[in-house]
């Protein structure tokens, strides 16, 4: 075992990893664990685009990218962060135009806008450009562009590092964060780092649903590191599911496609979309937009030999306009379907795509023990976070806009605190949870396999607690959930060794899924309304009376180490908006 | 409105199934086990419009657990899974079965001219140093402005090639110069170079021209066009050396 001592330790380098690194690496000696290349992460595959009210091409302004967010959110955002989101947006873009990122341009040469889902003019009078973007590749010029400059300011990477716990000390009374330990995929070795402050920036968990966009990486590690050491986990049950995923395969197709003119279809060509949304139509909110494909399909309207799918059409707009502004999903139709866009159209379903929930915090990145207690040292950003500036559903473009906002905020603050503060004591044995649970996979002679589980698990989440959900389903789901976790503990690996064994990662990984699951359905269950991405068909309207509040699941242990999920709430932050009927 | 082929191809899958045994013959080393690198074949049932990434995986999750190899957004964006496929550099999870002669052996290797870890898993430590020696990042004198800084779409269309790589190495390690020689910068270090030589808000082209002047830059490449056929993303990299090496004589950029 090896320990490091830094100032400022980040845990990923995804979109919000980097941008905090690049603050927090100017003030403090600073450390960026990652568990692949930094150019690998996900925020690469992000693509449509960055909100910001710039006004380039039409009269906006943030308020009403504010109003935006929150009426998206479906009024569970809390009002503060929108605000800052939103005020802060403009200059997010600017920096990141300054860093190198190479935007899309006017006639004037500014950065062009363009539009996408949910934002609106004048408080939802008509859609309006607002996203900032590079062609359909936004997200990889933002990871790219964030890389060259952590490449200029020389910030230390750790990579393929897997940070698999957090080191948390009680200091009179109070619970502090104390380092991280981390398994170095190359070696087998395992590492403590002691850090004055820690920054979870290590993105999603959409690996537990079987049809989603999300990278076969994304696992919820951050997540569950700090749910075991007994801290909160905000909303898990709001997940977005993303209208336009290929057709059993999930791999996303922007939202920008429809801001610049696509339409979904029916079997029989109709633009549906008219019917649930008439004034935003195909840019409604993604949740609307799922929930409105879903109806099409189990109405018996649905494309193809089974029914299953819709199509997004694309065939009216100039080859010249999709070969410049949409040519990565093009692509992907031409690769993956053998389909031609000019003059098919693209067979889509919806696809998991964002845990809006995730570990609370406040909008200085904070981590919240309870409903208001900071833990000293520790912080978060990215969708790992929960601030909550999406709510019970994200609008698109505002991810992107969400990494480099709360990232930046996050690597100040904490690089803020660490230079002023004293390192908090590791705990005894610091390594020894990481290294038993490295140890029982290793040498376990038992007979589940992680492929077969996490399949199982898959299946049950994409039947159960997808789109649509009930009482009945989500209790099918936690049942099943619960039989996966008993048989996860006689699960065994076949690579024994220590370098490079993605074997055993993938088996961590697993049981990372299955708490973060676990936490997911329980809080569905207990939320008995519908809002924004959680839709409960036994209780189909959103109840601000009972409801207007976010969840906060802990983990809790009994005298015989058995654990269970315990819920509580948390207010939602109302400024000056008032909750209103949703419509598009 | 017209049909897309996926729907008759679905069709038919109705009658038969899709699925046909493929052989998968890979490149494994493992220094825990032995000094050797070997072939190992495996027989995988698998769906011709599923990619090479998804046998690796079959492999992987229900015959050998052991099997290594890098992936994550599997559908060519993060650049993990650069391999040798039948011969030639490719992303495993942009490689469809149908489009590689699935009838026989699939075989696939590490990629070439970087060290090997473990089976298909190389050191990418000395790609990504060539690549941060050539300064990537954008670098501008005197004061910043308030808003953007203004660019013609015009200025902007000049580099747009070139910022669509994914740092995934197909280009680098196709490269016969870069496999007798690891010293020399390799394409996708120059593809980097390229695009902030030629981003009208840059100011340090000269600076960058100079490292790619060395003798282990520009002048190296041969063009033998293998990065430019090796690049998932359809960079033209051999046509960027050369505008490279143009800029050299010229200095006009």
Known sequence: MKIHKYDTVIVGAGGAGMRAAIEATKRSRTAVLTKLYPTRSHTGAAQGGMAAALANVEEDNWEWHTFDTIKGGDYLVDQDAAEILAKEAIDAVLDLEKMGLPFNRTPDGTIDQRRFGGHSRNHGEAPVRRSCYAADRTGHMILQTLYQNCVKEGVEFFNEFYVLDQLITEVDGVKKSAGVVAYELATGEIHVFQAKAVIYASGGTGKFFKVTSNAHTLTGDGQAACYRRGLPLEDMEFFQFHPTGIWRMGILLTEGARGEGGILRNKDGERFMEKYAPVMKDLASRDVVSRSIYTEIREGRGCGPEGDHVYLDLTHLPPEQLDAKLPDITEFARTYLGIEPYTDPIPIQPTAHYAMGGIPTNVEGEVLADNDTVVPGLYAAGEVACVSVHGANRLGTNSLLDINVFGRRAGIAAAEYSVKADYVELPENPAQLVADQVERLRNSTGTERVAELRKELQETMDANVMVFRTEQTIKTAVEKIAELRERYQNVSVQDKGKRFNTDLLEAIELGNLLDLAEVMAVSALARKESRGGHYREDYPNRDDVNFMRHTMAYREVDADGKDSIRLDYKPVVQTRYQPMERKY | ?253
């Open chain 2, 1 to 253: 409105m017209a049909t897309p082929t996926l729907e008759k191809a679905g069709t038919a899958a109705q009658d038969a199934s899709p699925y046909i045994t493929v052989t998968f013959r890979i490149r494994r080393f493992n220094p825990e086990v032995s000094a050797e690198a070997t072939w190992q074949d495996f027989e995988v049932e698998i769906d011709p419009k599923e990619r090479v990434l998804d046998g690796l995986h079959k492999i992987k999750w229900d015959l050998d657990g052991t099997l290594t190899f890098r992936r994550s957004c599997a559908h060519g964006i993060c650049g993990s899974d650069a391999m040798r496929i039948n011969g030639r550099n490719r992303l495993a999870c942009k490689t469809l079965i149908k489009d590689i002669n699935p009838a026989k052996p699939i075989t696939v290797e590490p990629i070439k001219g970087l060290t090997v870890l473990k089976d298909l898993v190389v050191d990418m430590e000395p790609f990504f140093q060539a690549y941060r020696d050539v300064m990537p990042f954008l670098i501008t004198k005197g004061n910043e402005p308030t808003r953007e800084r203004l660019q013609s779409a015009e200025d902007r269309e000049r580099f747009d090639d070139t910022t669509k790589c994914i740092l995934c190495a197909a280009c680098t390690s196709s490269c016969p110069v870069f496999w007798n020689d690891g010293q020399y910068f390799g394409p996708a270090a120059i593809v980097n170079a390229h695009r902030f030589i030629f981003d009208s808000r840059d100011e340090a082209g000269e600076q960058r021209l100079e490292i790619l002047n060395d003798k282990d830059g520009v002048w190296r490449c041969r063009t033998t066009f293998n990065c430019t056929d090796a690049c998932p993303r359809g960079i033209e990299v051999t046509k960027a050396i050369q505008e490279v090496k143009r800029a050299l004589i010229t200095r006009r950029f």
